[in-house]
């Protein structure tokens, strides 16, 4: 294959990407390098589909198909340009070849996304005492799908070298019990974590009690709550200014009623907050006719609220005149956060 006809095929692929299904065009653009036989011609094509993929920061994440990706790599030692991708989501059955075969190629992360195991036995520990960890300089974020469930996994993750460059935290479904909840909040690591996630996380009302107490000011920029029976004290914490520098606050699906979230808007601990998001919650539709004209979200830019305020749409303009309303989730892209 000539590179004028490798580099058209890309060409359409990549162009493509967003059109067909995301499986099927990752296949096809890993079945097109393979067919390369030419070194200098491989390699052109492995930094173009990287270049393409990863290196803009407005282009999607490369993903890597998980089903083909021990072959690939052993088809492919150009992979070790992968460091110069800038977001990365993988499974964990994958990510310590990932490091044997391109050389610990991360360096330039600013997202790692670890997926849910497949196998139980790929736990958060079974990974992170791989020596090969500790040559992989940290990425800014960190996305953990079910790979914390004790605290001696939360533990494992403070202690390693690469949390002195994390900026931001993310756990989906990892649930800690209490005592490991508590080391995370209180442990000196979180002193310069700017964005946390504990999102599905069960947060249960005698947790949430003890976090009341065990939490000072945090210099948190963004937190997601998400998919949790967040408990009134949480709310009540906001009150109190415990999060002076929040500028994103994500609370979808946790419970929220009309009384939590007018302490929201009335508490003096969120006057720097921009994104503001309560979709999931139910908010009877009159409620847009009960919001008040003043309170302490005089800087918030995205409101997110539950579609059933929609058809009120004029008096919940009216209480956020300098607002953008939107009654969808928000999806926001954590490696492009302003921390």
């Known amino acids: ?120 036995k790929h736990h958060l520990s079974s990974w992170y005492e791989d020596d090969r960890l500790l040559t992989l300089k940290g990425p800014n974020h960190l996305v953990l799908e079910e790979l914390i469930k004790h605290q001696k996994h939360l533990e494992l993750c403070l202690d390693h070298p690469w949390w002195s460059s994390l900026k931001g935290l993310h756990l989906h479904s990892c649930p800690i019990e209490s005592k490991g909840m ?42 997601d709550l998400s998919d949790n029976a967040l408990h009134p004290q949480f709310v009540e914490r906001f009150h109190a200014e415990l999060f002076d520098n929040l500028t994103y606050l994500l609370v979808q699906n946790t419970g929220l009623n009309r009384g939590t979230f007018l302490q929201l808007c009335d508490g003096p601990g969120l006057r720097k907050l921009k994104v503001l998001d309560v979709t999931g919650n139910y908010f009877a539709p009159e409620f847009a006719t009960q919001l008040p004209s003043k309170h302490s979200l005089q800087h918030l830019t995205r409101l997110h609220l539950p579609p059933t305020l ?20 928000s999806h926001i892209r954590l490696s492009k956060l302003d921390l």
């Not at 700017?194 to 947790?207: D, M, N, S, V, Y």
């Not at 929609?310 to 989730?329: D, G, K, S, W």
């Open 310 to 329: 929609e058809e009120h749409h004029q008096e919940v303009q009216r209480a956020f005149p300098n607002t953008n309303i939107l009654y969808t989730p």
């Open 1 to 120: 294959m000539d590179d004028t006809s490798l580099f058209q095929q890309l060409r359409i692929a990549v162009y493509e990407y967003g059109k067909l299904s995301k499986s099927i065009k990752r296949l096809y653009i890993q079945d097109l390098l393979e067919s390369c036989k030419d070194p200098v011609t491989r390699q052109n094509a492995v930094e173009y589909t990287i270049r393409h993929f990863s290196a803009d920061p407005n282009r999607r994440p490369l993903i890597l198909q998980q089903d083909r990706y021990r072959r690939w790599l052993q088809k492919m030692p150009e992979l070790a340009k992968l460091g110069q991708i800038g977001e990365l989501r993988i499974s964990p059955e994958y990510f310590i070849d990932l490091l044997h075969a391109a050389n610990a190629p991360c360096e330039q992360l600013s997202l790692l996304h670890i997926e849910s195991p497949y196998n139980e």
């Open 182 to 223: 508590r080391a995370l909040f209180v442990s000196p690591h979180m002193e310069h974590i700017r964005a946390l996630t504990l999102k599905h996380c069960e947060l249960k009302r005698p947790l949430a009690t003890n976090l009341v107490h065990a939490l000072g000011p945090l210099p948190l920029a963004y937190l």
